[in-house]
């Protein structure tokens, strides 16, 4: 492949300026770079008419269920969802059937993901055996296979001990820990935040205090034992403060995330029982997005992640207590994010950039892209002044539980590129 891409402004994490450039790429290698860039004969041109030229983002938590729920989702199906919404490489969670919690399911995992998916697909292991937070899972067997991330996300692994034990073990092996917080005793059902929707409604709330008491818990446990903590999907202001707090100190290591539903979505959302936002942790109050959408800007958070679930419509349609948690978000969230907040002037594309594409890949040990002459090229190519609408017919996933479906928003993705091979191309 020979291509130019022309008249991009390119966004990095490091300025929230734009930068006028040019890109020259052959081989699946940037070779060029900066304004006025000639092209070579027989080279594909593209005018990117002021269309804002990036690194292709990375999404550090999603759910593809596979194996054993592939009427979700698949990693061919969850991969392709993925490139659609300008993503180029994803981490699976392991609450599979079976879990992920040994070597031989690890393996064929990553085999499947070889055959079907067009982008890398990285997988997190268990913490412990069928994440039953009983007894250790085969960790230093799936390290061998490339796994770095441990967590029993879909539940948080409750004995302390156990946790405490593999942070021990396994810091040793370089790896980290991936924290799905809440206690279960406090969580109830977890279809709906304790508060005035719950209330209103007539279902049981599951309160912020069940997740704030875990988030804090878990720093606790990595401070004890000197391990890399990272506190998955943050949806409240006060389990926010508490990483900020711990953070502060600067004797410990721990990472957060945030998803773009606890930014966007607040418990006033769910209305007439509308299943689409369910979810766990479950969308709090309008403070609670307000609050963390400014520890994104101040850093709190370390970086994005979509923990895209997908469900079958049959399930999402039950009643709003039967029905499973879960949204979908790799193909909105890019668009939903630029729509809401960068559209809007809350932050710029350098946050969006570092939040996104820089700093999943550095929890990850994953080197992160560059538009820069002797780098892969990976890439997107992003049109604020287009627009995306959410129809079935545009999603990729198998799942469309998402809140977004049907809705038009400022925004499109026009072009994905991974070393050579063009993903996605509106040209």
Excluded at 119 to 136: D, M, N
Excluded at 393 to 408: D, G
Aim: hydrophobic share 40%; net charge negative.
């Amino acid at each position: 492949m020979n291509l130019l891409i022309t008249n991009a402004r390119l966004a990095t994490e490091n300025s929230p300026e734009f930068t006028p450039t040019d890109a020259l790429i052959s081989g699946g290698v940037i070779q060029q770079t900066g304004p006025g860039l000639t092209a070579p004969a027989g080279t594909t041109v593209i005018d990117a008419a002021r269309r804002i030229l990036m690194p292709g983002m990375f999404d550090a938590h999603v759910h593809f269920r596979e194996p054993g729920f592939e009427t979700k989702e698949t990693i061919a199906t969850g991969s392709e969802a993925a490139i659609n919404g300008g993503i180029t490489g994803v981490v699976m969670m392991p609450n599979t059937n079976p879990a992920l919690d040994n070597p031989a399911v690890i393996a064929a995992v990553l085999a499947s993901a070889a055959r079907h998916a067009r982008i890398p697909v990285f997988t997190s292991g268990c913490v412990t055996k069928g994440r039953a937070g009983k007894e250790l899972a085969a960790i230093d067997g799936m390290r061998a296979l490339g796994v770095r991330m441990l967590t029993d996300d879909g539940d948080t692994t409750h004995d302390p001990a156990v946790l405490f034990r593999a942070m021990q073990y396994a810091n040793e092996l370089g790896m980290f820990f991936a924290s799905h917080c809440e206690v279960p005793e406090l969580a109830g059902p977890r279809a709906i935040n304790e508060g005035v929707m719950s209330y209103r409604l007539g279902i049981k709330g599951s309160p912020a205090c069940a997740e704030e008491i875990i988030i804090d818990r878990d720093i606790r446990l990595a401070h004890a034992a000197g391990a890399h903590i990272h506190i998955q999907h943050v949806s409240s202001r006060l389990g926010m403060e508490t990483i900020r707090w711990w953070k502060s100190r600067g004797d410990v290591r721990v990472t957060a995330e945030v998803s773009p539903h606890h930014l966007l979505f607040n418990e006033e959302d769910i209305g007439d029982y509308d299943t689409h936002y369910k979810m766990n942790p479950p969308l709090r109050t309008r403070a609670d997005n307000e609050g963390l959408v400014q520890g994104l800007i101040d850093g709190v958070f370390d970086l994005i992640a979509t923990d895209h679930a997908p469900h079958t419509p049959f399930e999402k349609s039950q009643d709003f207590v039967a029905a499973p948690n879960g949204i979908t978000g790799l193909e909105t969230a890019l668009v939903s994010l630029y729509h809401h907040f960068v559209a809007t002037g809350i932050f710029g594309w350098d946050l969006m950039v570092k939040r996104y594409a820089a700093e999943p890949r550095r929890l990850m040990g994953i080197p992160v892209p560059e538009i820069a002459p002797g780098h892969t090229a990976d890439l997107i190519l992003f049109d604020p002044e287009g627009s995306t609408t959410f129809t079935p017919e545009f999603m990729r996933s198998k799942a469309q539980n998402t809140p977004f479906l049907n809705q038009t928003l400022k925004g499109s993705i026009d072009l994905v590129i991974l070393g050579s091979n063009i993903l996605k191309s509106i040209f």
